[in-house]
């Protein structure tokens, strides 16, 4: 799936800017009221959201080729998740946490641990 989408590069960005504007719409949101099981829907909601928009960011950047380029969408994700958090600080209701970045960067680096093992794989089925 991965690679079909480094083929599909157009694809692969357009998928990557709907999961930014996502990302951007979600934190506009004004605040609920805490209701039980929200820390884990939050949970849930950060470390997807930003698995996704790593993932995409690798597939669209690297294209499995150069190191420095996975480097640069990794970095890239990072930026996103602080200006995310950032960006709360001036939505009514809401509030800017660390503790949110460090959940993204959980997901950043799933999906460069998922991102790394396809390109292994990839590498190992074309020696045979």
């Known amino acids: 799936m991965i690679s079909w989408f480094e083929k599909r590069n157009k694809l ?4 990557t800017i709907i999961i930014a504007i996502g990302i951007f719409y979600a934190s506009s ?14 949970l ?9 928009l790593a993932i995409f960011l690798l ?9 420095n380029l996975i480097f640069l969408a990794i970095a890239i994700a ?7 958090e ?3 600080l001036f939505v009514p209701g809401r ?7 460090f959940i993204d960067l959980f997901g950043i680096t799933l999906s460069l641990i998922v991102y ?10 074309k020696k045979f």
């Open 116 to 125: 790394s093992i396809s390109l292994e794989l990839r590498t190992t089925v």
């Open 95 to 101: 509030v800017a946490a660390l503790s949110d970045v």
């Open 44 to 52: 849930i909601y950060h470390i997807t959201a930003f698995f996704l």
């Open 12 to 15: 692969s960005w357009l998928t």
């Open 78 to 84: 990072i930026i996103y998740s602080f200006s995310d």
């Open 59 to 67: 597939i669209s950047i690297a294209k499995g080729r150069d190191s």
């Open 29 to 42: 949101l004004t605040s609920i009221p805490q209701t039980l099981g929200l820390g884990v829907r939050s």
């Open 86 to 88: 950032f960006h709360q």
